[in-house]
């Protein structure tokens, strides 16, 4: 077990800046992921970790050791790709037992015959065998063992996959997209059995997806990364209830938090989208700002005016128990999306007005340029300076 230390990491390609200055501290035992969109950096940072791609500056430590320049074999990681990696002309016993092979057996007992006649080389090739056929059991594919990865689904290949990381018994676990060549079902199965391993074993984690769902339910803190940059590291339930970031709340949450421009009337008070809401601030008269109101921070309420937005009705989704409710409003380009309780809101249809509502305390502040505006809990209203700027 160990925990890990990045340290201002840098990586270029050429003239393009992939890591600029990634630093994070994770936890031995921790499950982390790094979650962003496509093409910002993820891969390259966690092929770092493994020692299979060089940085251009900054450092790593696993437990105590600082591993820049130690080769990937010499890390204590197991990694486990997207693409499964598996070696095709061999059976699944094999591609499992490859690890233990070449830490166990030298390279002249790793010779078909001559390896056999050498004393002890039989005894290891049993103690190998013996692990191999408890870690496929472990995974539900101990049926499986003499099979090649071609005769495999692909939730049968990735459980080969973890297999052959879980018997080098690694100090940490690197994991990339594991699951995104799988199918939607199967992949919520494989969620699940990844959690387990990760409770059973016990040791680091480090998870890289840009599915949020699996970020969401996997993870003991996600590390939100766009553009080469960490925005967030924080529990799930922050990164989604309390981002620091408009960027991170607007890639966070399906569907997308709605975002309105709004103007300071007087203390407490912003006008936006033709309405003016009632909002514990004391920022300044005249001062822009953008709102952020989740779908489901809405609830119906009976007649326009002072704390509701009113519009009209564009469409509405069926989701079950759920509906979301397309609402255009005056002077704003694109649909509010309002989630509301099917029981609640059996009436609604398209063209109608409706006047919805929101809870102050579920209006998240940012200023024009993306920073989150908090309240400070420790000033009165009193303050001119009733925010605080998140520290970046
Ligand atoms: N060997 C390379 N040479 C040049 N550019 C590269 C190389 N590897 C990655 N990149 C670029 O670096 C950026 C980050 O790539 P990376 O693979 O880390 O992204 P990612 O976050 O893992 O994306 P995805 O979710 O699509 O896997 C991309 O713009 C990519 O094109
Ligand atoms: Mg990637």
Request: aromatic letters at 4%.
């Given at each position: 077990?160990?925990?890990?230390?990045?340290?201002?990491?840098?990586?270029?390609?050429?003239v393009?800046?992939?890591?600029?200055?990634?630093?994070?501290?994770?936890?031995?035992?921790?499950?982390?992921?790094?979650?962003?969109?496509?093409?910002?950096?993820?891969?390259?940072?966690?092929?770092?970790?493994?020692g299979?791609?060089?940085?251009?500056?900054?450092?790593?430590?696993?437990?105590?050791?600082?591993?820049?320049?130690?080769?990937?074999?010499?890390?204590?990681?197991?990694?486990?790709?997207?693409?499964?990696?598996?070696?095709?002309?061999?059976?699944?016993?094999?591609?499992?037992a490859?690890?233990?092979?070449?830490?166990?057996?030298?390279?002249?007992?790793?010779?078909?015959?001559?390896?056999?006649?050498?004393p002890?080389?039989?005894?290891?090739?049993?103690?190998?065998?013996?692990?191999?056929?408890?870690?496929?059991?472990?995974?539900?594919?101990g049926?499986?063992?003499?099979?090649?990865?071609?005769?495999?689904?692909?939730?049968q290949?990735?459980?080969?996959?973890?297999?052959?990381?879980?018997?080098?018994?690694?100090?940490?676990?690197?994991?990339?997209?594991?699951?995104?060549n799988?199918?939607?079902?199967?992949?919520?199965?494989?969620?699940?059995?990844?959690?387990?391993?990760?409770?059973?074993?016990?040791?680091?984690f480090?998870?890289?997806?840009?599915?949020?769902?699996?970020?969401?339910?996997?993870?003991?803190?996600?590390?939100?990364?766009?553009?080469?940059?960490?925005?967030?590291?924080?529990?799930?339930?922050?990164?989604?209830?309390?981002?620091?970031?408009?960027?991170?709340?607007?890639?966070?949450?399906?569907?997308?938090?709605?975002?309105?421009?709004?103007?300071?009337?007087?203390?407490?008070?912003?006008?936006?989208?033709?309405?003016t809401?009632?909002?514990e601030?004391?920022?300044?008269?005249?001062?822009?700002?953008?709102?952020?109101?989740?779908?489901?921070?809405?609830?119906?309420?009976?007649?326009?005016?002072?704390?509701?937005?009113?519009?009209?009705?564009?469409?509405?989704?069926?989701?079950?128990?759920?509906?979301?409710?397309?609402?255009?409003?005056a002077?704003?380009?694109?649909?509010?999306?309002?989630?509301?309780?099917?029981?609640?809101?059996?009436?609604?249809?398209?063209?109608?007005?409706?006047?919805?509502?929101?809870?102050?305390?579920?209006?998240?502040l940012?200023?024009?340029?993306?920073?989150?505006?908090?309240?400070?809990?420790?000033?009165?209203?009193?303050?001119?300076?009733?925010?605080?700027?998140?520290?970046?």
């Amino acid at each position: 077990m160990a925990s890990v230390l990045i340290d201002s990491i840098q990586k270029n390609y050429g003239v393009t800046s992939v890591l600029r200055g990634v630093s994070l501290s994770i936890a031995d035992g921790e499950f982390l992921t790094l979650l962003g969109p496509s093409g910002c950096g993820k891969s390259t940072l966690l092929r770092i970790l493994a020692g299979l791609e060089v940085q251009d500056a900054g450092s790593v430590t696993i437990g105590e050791r600082v591993v820049d320049g130690l080769r990937p074999k010499r890390r204590d990681v197991a990694m486990v790709f997207q693409s499964y990696a598996l070696y095709p002309h061999m059976t699944v016993a094999s591609n499992i037992a490859l690890p233990l092979r070449m830490r166990k057996l030298s390279a002249v007992r790793r010779l078909p015959l001559l390896g056999r006649l050498l004393p002890g080389t039989t005894q290891v090739a049993g103690e190998i065998d013996e692990e191999v056929t408890r870690t496929a059991k472990s995974l539900g594919i101990g049926h499986l063992l003499v099979r090649k990865p071609g005769q495999l689904s692909g939730g049968q290949r990735q459980r080969v996959a973890v297999g052959r990381a879980m018997v080098r018994n690694p100090a940490i676990f690197l994991m990339d997209e594991p699951l995104s060549n799988l199918d939607a079902k199967l992949r919520v199965q494989m969620r699940a059995e990844i959690k387990e391993l990760h409770q059973g074993l016990g040791v680091t984690f480090v998870y890289v997806t840009h599915d949020q769902a699996e970020a969401m339910t996997l993870s003991d803190r996600v590390a939100v990364m766009i553009d080469g940059e960490l925005l967030q590291v924080a529990p799930p339930q922050d990164i989604y209830a309390d981002p620091d970031d408009r960027r991170v709340a607007e890639f966070i949450g399906s569907p997308k938090i709605n975002m309105l421009d709004g103007v300071v009337r007087e203390r407490g008070l912003i006008d936006v989208a033709g309405a003016t809401l009632t909002i514990e601030t004391d920022a300044r008269p005249g001062a822009a700002l953008t709102l952020g109101i989740r779908p489901e921070a809405f609830h119906l309420a009976d007649h326009g005016g002072q704390g509701s937005l009113t519009g009209s009705v564009r469409m509405i989704e069926h989701m079950g128990s759920d509906l979301f409710v397309h609402l255009d409003l005056a002077g704003i380009d694109h649909p509010l999306i309002v989630r509301l309780l099917a029981e609640r809101a059996p009436y609604i249809t398209p063209g109608q007005t409706l006047h919805v509502g929101v809870r102050p305390d579920r209006v998240l502040l940012f200023a024009r340029d993306g920073r989150r505006l908090r309240r400070d809990a420790e000033s009165d209203w009193t303050s001119v300076t009733p925010f605080r700027e998140v520290a970046r």
